[in-house]
Structure formats: C-alpha cells, structure tokens
C-alpha cells in the first residue's frame, strides 16, 4: 500500500512537470509569435509614415493613400495592445517609447496633410521624427530578443550588430529630401 502511494506521487510529480514544462513552451512560443508581429507591424509602419511623407511633399494625399496608412496603423495598435497583455515589463518598455513615438509621428503627419500643423511642424521635423523611430525599434527588438533568449551571444561575447543599414539611415538625405523653401543651405 505505501509503495503504491509512492509511486502514485512520483507519477504525479511527473505528471506536473511535464505539463509545467509544455505550458512554458506555449507561453514562450505565444511570446515570440507576439513579438516577432509587433516588431513587423511597427517597421511597417514606420515604413508607411516614411511613405507617407512622400507623398505630402509631392502631391495632396489621395483616398487610397490615407486608407493604407489607416489599416497599417490599425494593424500595429492590434498587435500593440496584444504585447500589453504579454510581455514582460522589460519589453514593455522599450515598446512603450515606440508606441508613443508612432503616435506623435502619426499626429503631426495628420496635422500637416489637413493642413492644420503646430508651430514648427513642417515636412522636415516630420522626416526628423519619423527616421528617430528606427534606433527604438531596434532596441524593442533587442529587448524581445533577450525575454526569448535569442541574442545571438555566445559563450559570453555579444552579438555583431548588423551591417546592414537601417532604413532611412541616410539622414543628410532624408533632410535635403524635405527642405522647405527658404530653408536651405544657401538661405
């Protein structure tokens, strides 16, 4: 009899662990499947506010212009409001200053395309803003990376950084790209 409760409680114990164990590969995968969606959604918007500019300084937005910055907004507030009921504090954080910095970007981009902007909202403090979202996304994504544990350290030396450029790293360009009248290098 007390060897059957032994064995009973060992089969149990396993039992909790195993299920332990899946459950932390669930929210683990759960996690990344987040993450890697809203590290898109927000390059994609960016993109779209990159895009967006563009257009604004070369011609009066149209409806279909609008409509696909709306639904790539749309998209990434979906995602965002997912990695708040997700993510750790320490992914949070860092997303929370993309998110805020998304949503002023947004703002004035909306402001000058109703033709309504505040003072010293122009095409260039928009390009500004915009091309600062960059360096957040890569580190919400550092951030992401570290919770999942893919760093890409290994044996203690850190990651290389990428070579590639980020987009929109080319800033005396993206500047000169929206240089108002009167504000360029000879006014």
């Known amino acids: 009899m007390l060897t059957q409760r032994g064995a009973d409680r060992a089969k149990r114990r396993e039992l909790e662990m195993a299920q332990a164990i899946q459950e932390a590969r669930e929210n683990r995968e759960l996690r990344r499947r987040c993450y890697s969606e809203l590290h898109r959604d927000a390059r994609q918007f960016a993109t779209a506010l990159s895009r ?59 402001r000058l395309e109703q033709g309504n902007p505040r003072p010293g909202e122009n095409l260039r403090s928009a390009a500004a803003a915009q091309h600062a979202l960059w360096p957040l996304i890569d580190a919400m994504r550092e951030a992401m990376r570290r919770d999942l544990g893919v760093t890409g350290e290994a044996e203690g030396a850190p990651a290389p950084r ?10 005396p360009d993206l500047v000169r790209d929206f240089t108002e009248p009167g504000d360029g290098p000879n006014s």
């Open 52 to 110: 967006h500019l563009y257009v604004l300084r070369d011609q009066a937005p149209g409806d279909e212009d609008i409509r696909v910055l709306e639904e790539i907004k749309g998209a990434y507030r979906d995602r965002w409001s997912e990695a708040l009921m997700i993510a750790p504090d320490a992914v949070v954080v860092p997303a929370l200053a993309v998110n805020e910095t998304l949503t002023r970007v947004h703002g004035q981009i909306k």
């Open 162 to 171: 990428s070579s590639l450029p980020s987009p929109s790293s080319n800033y």
